[in-house]
């Protein structure tokens, strides 16, 4: 799990784990119309208790956030634009890390 002050301290140096995602059968990674977008991947993560999961709670309550494209770049110029504190920056970083993870994951075991 990360927590605040891990993210404060940039020396500090951790993995995060990706929970297990429910409902994931459903997402094919290869196909890039089934291929979960970010957004449904952090909606999943609503349930977390550290700042990956404050970050689901926050931004997903916007109902545009569906139409942002599915880039990392475009994720952080739309938190950046709404004055985001630099924790969920930074929790958005490592959210996107584990998106990816998860990516490669469901890809792998197929």
Known sequence: MINTAD??????????????????????????????????WLSLQIPRNDVIGD??????????????PNHQDDWYCYLHARATSAIKLIALRYAWGEYRRFLILQTSSL
Do not use: C, H, M
């Open 7 to 40: 993210l404060v301290n940039s020396d500090i140096i951790f993995t995060v784990s990706s929970p297990r995602l429910k409902n994931s059968s459903r997402l094919d990674p290869n196909d890039e119309q089934t291929k979960p977008l970010f957004y449904e």
């Open 55 to 68: 970050l689901a709670r926050n931004v997903l309550t916007d109902p545009g956030i569906k139409r942002l």
